[in-house]
């Protein structure tokens, strides 16, 4: 079946980076995404890889192992503002988002 | 631009009764989907559609329908409301055939959080 992985919580410090890791086992691929989601909110989108590497915006960057069926998203000068679940995605070859369970991100003062 | 528009943002049913959630957007997108998302959890797919006309059932296709009749619109019916079905329900929209960022990016509605009596 298809699945990503990704951990259920992590727990960083305001200010620290913070890296949230996702494997995946899909039919076909087409890139992975990353969205956050604030409690009581819809997902937003963050970043993409379609090529392995890194890709940053900002205090956020995405990077993705092909070969390894690996990503992760870095998340850099934590803001409390941060604080929210984050999701990785894959498109397959069915057009269809498969989604982790989330990762919930506590950010500590 | 509105995006993604959702209807009703807040709705209580009793059990047996039956309502359609509204997705409509403006992107010209062709895909559209419906995901449910239990407390603490992930999004699961409900139905999706590849364009006007075609749809398909995604990983929880019980007790829902839809249709896609034009490319901005794609309800979703509750036939006969159950207490399982209490949830937040979420629209998406994204573009289908086009490679890069617009491949993978999601747009979503603000969500329906439905209470089922």
């Known amino acids: 079946g298809q699945s990503l992985e990704q951990p259920s919580e992590v727990t960083a410090v305001e200010g620290a980076i913070v890296q949230i890791n996702c494997t995946y086992q899909?039919?076909?691929?087409?890139?992975l995404s990353w969205y956050q989601q604030h409690d009581g909110g819809a997902p937003t989108f963050l970043s993409y890889n379609a090529l392995d590497g890194l890709e940053e915006t900002g205090r956020f960057s995405s990077f993705l192992s092909r070969s390894d069926s690996y990503g992760y998203l870095l998340l850099q000068e934590l803001q409390m503002k941060d604080s929210a679940s984050y999701f990785c995605a894959v498109r397959d070859s069915n057009y269809q988002l498969i989604w982790g369970a989330g990762t919930k991100l506590i950010i500590k003062p | 631009n509105a995006g993604v528009t959702q209807t009703p943002k807040f709705q209580v049913l009793k059990t047996g009764q039956s309502m359609t959630l509204q997705c409509a957007q403006d992107?010209?997108?062709?895909?559209m989907s419906w995901y449910r998302q239990d407390p603490g959890m992930g999004l699961r797919l409900i139905h999706y559609?590849?364009?006007?006309?075609?749809?398909d059932q995604g990983e929880v296709p019980n007790g829902y329908n839809v249709s896609r009749s034009t490319t901005e619109d794609f309800p979703l019916r509750l036939l006969s409301a159950a207490p399982s079905q209490t949830s937040v329900y979420f629209c998406a929209s994204s573009y289908s055939f086009t490679f890069g960022r617009g491949y993978t990016e999601a747009f979503f509605g603000q969500g329906t959080r439905l209470t089922v009596v």
């Open positions: 559609s590849v364009g006007a006309g075609i749809t």
């Open positions: 899909t039919s076909g691929f087409y890139g």
């Open positions: 992107m010209n997108h062709e895909y």
